[in-house]
């Protein structure tokens, strides 16, 4: 009788965490779709890159930093840059881009040391560093630009640009703009063993 008491309490237990497990495999369990490779930070620095299928996710550490996909992805940047004149500008845009092999990305990218972010940040930067004050209010002119920069910084990572677009420039003080300007990835200075950033 003892045994079928001790099993009837397991039992009891069992269908009583049932709930607060299915809500932990909510929050923490994600699925990466077919043909993509997502590159997740924990804390700020590189854990891992995972391929299609599920994965632990810890939304209160973990930060999914790059989706690489054969399909389109749509990401938007924010960020400060310096002109050939020394203005500082906060500039949003948009990128819609493709792997064009999967494999091929993560390992050139890998090569690299760098992440899919900073390319398409280094491209912007490289654009407005050429620029003087007063080329920075031509959006039309601005993106053409901007587009076949990114196209020819990331065709050694085989990733094919879709779109671009400039959606806002913001003209920023001197003082703010040194303090967060844009800073390109240093590539090796990371000791951890991330194989794309």
């Not at 912007?124 to 050429?130: D, G, H, K, R, Y």
């Not at 003087?132 to 587009?147: I, S």
């Not at 020819?152 to 967060?180: A, C, H, W």
Request: aromatic share 14%; net charge negative; glycine share 4%.
């Amino acid at each position: 009788m003892d045994d079928y008491a001790a099993f009837e309490d397991f039992f009891v237990a069992l269908v009583g965490f049932w709930p607060l497990f299915l809500i932990t495999a909510l929050l923490f369990l994600r699925k990466v779709p077919k043909d993509t490779a997502l590159v997740i930070d924990r804390n700020g620095h590189y854990l891992k890159t995972k391929r299609s299928g599920f994965y632990i996710f810890n939304p209160s550490t973990d930060e999914v930093t790059s989706k690489i996909s054969t399909y389109p992805s749509t990401k938007y940047y924010n960020n400060v840059f310096e002109t050939h004149d020394s203005r500082f500008y906060r500039i949003g845009f948009m990128v819609i881009y493709k792997a064009e092999d999967l494999e091929q990305v993560l390992s050139s990218l890998s090569d690299s040391r760098r992440s899919i972010d900073d390319v398409i940040n280094c491209a912007m930067e490289t654009l407005v560093a050429s620029c003087v004050a007063k080329e920075m209010t031509n959006y039309p002119e601005l993106n053409e630009r901007y587009f076949s920069q990114l196209e020819y910084m990331l065709e050694p990572f085989y990733i094919d640009v879709t779109k671009t677009s400039i959606q806002s420039i913001q003209t920023l003080t001197e003082d703010y703009g040194r303090e967060n300007k844009f800073e390109r990835h240093v590539s090796g200075s990371d000791s951890s063993n991330d194989p794309i950033h």
